[in-house]
């Protein structure tokens, strides 16, 4: 036994833990979307259908006594695909096509060593079953201890391994680990080896060879539970990632609890209370809801969705436990689990982006999990005092809790002049009516948060975040007026920054997603009003800067955010470098930090401190008295001697200072904690 436990939990650790590293390596690649994580996660399911499909088919075809020789020689093989590292040159393709690439860098980098990964946890099932058929032994248990390792793997990345190792020895260091893990497997499969011969020496047939086959029913059902887990899972993850930020911890968090709920129902039935849960999970529907539909701080929003995410899955994974097959039929069950997990992942990442134009797939996965619970209590209602009421009851709530998701899915396009969808994010043209009589304004909406808005009985006034009054208003009305300019703006937006363009001037307008700027020159008339020459560049902002030639920029604007969030890697040292590159050497860099859940004013005053630099927070504060803006917060970086000398429109900005033991961003290391508001 301690044998098989080692290995089940040293694999299901490398196999968790690999999925933040690499991911954490990518994301820059890709412009930090959240997409990414959802992509990743994928992945990952089709690799665990597929591992686990090698695994009914070798437990079904092959001999026992065949079975440890192939899986070691395999094993073996795969050393041959280490270090898990990926290769740079997939960032070349990474903006034309970003879905197939994202897929294609995880298949060359972590596809072999991941899918033999993925077998253990079954194939040491089986094989320990077999090993000691004569003790009655549960290998269930193993399954729970794998979980253990799993969300133990998670755990320990944002808190031990994020900060204290880079990406790149963090790839090395688990490849080392999995030569570890191919010793100990080759180990096992020996054992096993022994063991059978031992084992079939006292025994001809084993009792559970008699267990009749699950019907497609049954088998339909552990689908279904899985999948609807799955979306879950991804869909409420993507909201996370997105409208707060796609850092590793909110990406780890819902998928440790996941785990959490495999591991109490597999290692202990009893752990999953039935009443419990059912009675919880319409309280987990209302509270999603609410989450959903109302401004939360950051560290509220991320319990709220949580416990919803952990109610949802403990009666997913508590009812598959009940319906769990005699040990006989154990690769088949876990085949039929991979199966939904993959199809749920493959329904969020691929298939919802290209049919939708809105995140229709988080209120489906919430009727397909309230639809499959009716079903499992449907029967057992039968019999049962006030059978015929308590189904009535079933339905009732269905039916209403059903219109309640309709309503709430035609709340994302109805009222709405455009809706568009893509690998990046979901983006909404809206248009209303000012309430304080400005007339007709149209927004351009990510999320829950505008990106932009422009008054058309005033087309030519900077609105929003972007007016006179605000940091980027105040720096960019600091500029030399003399001569003509050259600005840039990462993060077009509705384009509204155009209107400070004067003639003779240049912006560069950099762009990753092809929709907004399709969206940006259809719906708002900023970039073709602007009296200077407006280049769109497509592409991530960052990455572009760091092809192009040093563009000599009097100003630089980043703006760029994904729903809520800004993009972790542009916030980075090595970002911060590559902007300086580019930079006049009295050039301002304007960062846009205004966040409802993050505290981004740390992570701009210890890049500034390392860059040489002194970070201008300019902020405007609710009860402006300007209709036409917003509140906002900017940070302005400037040299130590044009801080002794700020312009008239700067004057008023506060010296942000670092905060001590802070640690800077870089590419390879960011803390969300220290930044929750």
């Known amino acids: ?82 270090p898990v590292v990926a290769d740079p040159a997939w960032k070349l393709d990474a903006q034309a096509h970003p879905t197939w690439s994202v897929l294609g860098v995880l298949a060359t980098t972590v596809g072999v060593p991941y899918l033999l990964l993925s077998t253990t946890g079954p194939l040491m099932q089986a094989w ?11 290998p269930y248990r193993l399954y729970a201890l794998s979980n253990l390792a799993s969300m133990l793997a998670l755990l320990s990345y944002p808190v031990l391994v994020e900060p204290r190792l880079a990406v790149t020895p963090q790839a090395w260091v688990w490849s080392a680990g999995y030569a570890l893990f191919v010793l100990a497997c080759v180990a096992t499969a020996g054992y096993t080896l022994r063991r059978q011969g031992v084992a079939s020496a006292g025994t001809h047939a084993t009792p559970v060879d008699d267990a009749p086959h699950p019907g497609w029913r049954e088998c339909l059902m552990w689908v279904g539970l899985a999948a609807t887990a799955s979306m879950l899972l991804l869909a409420i993850t993507r909201h996370l990632t997105q409208d707060v930020a796609p850092v590793p911890f909110l990406w780890v968090l819902p998928l440790a609890l996941y785990l959490l709920s495999f591991i109490l129902c597999f290692d202990a039935p009893r752990y999953y209370v039935r009443p419990l849960f059912l009675g919880a999970l319409p309280l987990a529907f209302v509270a999603l809801d609410f989450a959903m539909n109302e401004g939360l701080s950051a560290p509220v929003l991320v319990g709220l969705l949580s416990a919803a995410v952990f109610i949802f899955c403990m009666v997913c994974h508590g009812e598959l436990v009940r319906r ?61 005092q006030h059978g015929r009421w308590l189904r009535a009851a079933l339905l009732v709530g269905l039916v209403a809790y059903g219109a309640r998701l309709s309503s709430i899915s035609l709340d994302y396009v109805q009222g709405y002049t455009e809706v568009v969808r893509n690998f990046y994010s979901q983006t909404r043209i809206e248009d209303s009516v000012d309430p304080d009589g400005l007339g007709p304004v149209r927004s351009m909406v990510h999320g829950s948060i505008t990106h932009g808005e422009q ?157 040489g630099k002194v970070a201008l927070l300019l902020e405007l504060a609710p009860g402006h008295g300007d209709p036409f803006c917003r509140r906002s917060s900017w940070v302005v970086f400037v040299n130590p001697a044009q801080a002794t000398a700020l312009p008239a429109a700067l004057q008023g900005a506060r010296v942000l200072e670092p905060t001590p033991a802070f640690r800077p961003w870089t590419d390879t290391f960011s803390n969300l904690f220290d930044i929750l508001i």
Not at 7 to 29: C, D, N, R, Y
Not at 131 to 138: D, E, K, R
């Open 128 to 138: 320990y079953a077999r090993s000691f058929v004569a003790q009655g032994v549960q």
């Open 324 to 384: 769990r097959p005699p040990v006989r039929h154990l690769t088949l069950f876990y085949l039929m689990l991979s199966v939904g997990g993959a199809l749920g992942g493959l329904f969020v990442g691929l298939v919802a982006p290209v049919a939708f134009n809105a995140y229709f797939e988080l209120p489906l996965g919430l009727f397909l999990c309230a639809l499959l619970t009716v079903l499992v209590l449907w029967p057992e209602c039968r019999g049962r």
């Open 1 to 82: 036994m301690p044998l098989f436990a080692a290995t089940v939990f040293l694999s299901a650790f490398l196999l968790f833990q690999i999925q933040p590293i690499v991911a954490k390596m990518i994301l820059p690649w890709f412009g930090g979307s959240s997409s990414v994580w959802t992509l990743c996660m994928v992945f990952f399911q089709v690799e665990l259908l597929v591992g686990y499909a090698y695994v009914h088919l070798v437990h079904e075809k092959l001999s026992p006594r065949r079975q440890p020789w192939v899986h070691g020689a395999l094993l073996l093989v795969s050393l041959a695909t280490l």
């Open 455 to 611: 008054y058309l009985d005033h087309p030519r006034r900077a609105t929003a975040y972007y007016c006179e009054r605000t940091g980027i208003g105040r720096a960019l009305q600091s500029l030399p007026t003399d001569r003509p300019r050259r600005i840039g703006v990462v993060g077009l937006g509705a384009g509204t920054l155009a209107v400070y363009g004067r003639a003779g001037d240049e912006m560069r307008m950099y762009e990753i997603n092809d929709q907004v700027l399709d969206l940006a020159r259809r719906h708002f008339s900023y970039l073709a009003d602007s009296a200077a020459t407006i280049v769109p560049v497509l592409g991530d902002g960052r990455l572009m800067l760091e092809r192009e030639p040093p563009q000599a920029f009097d100003l630089l604007a980043m703006d760029a955010f994904s729903g809520d969030s800004i993009p972790t890697h542009l916030l980075t040292l090595e970002a911060f470098e590559a902007y300086q590159r580019h930079m006049k050497p009295d050039g301002l860099l304007a960062v846009h930090i205004t966040n409802t859940y993050l505290d981004l004013r740390p992570v701009m005053a210890s890049a500034a401190q390392r860059l």
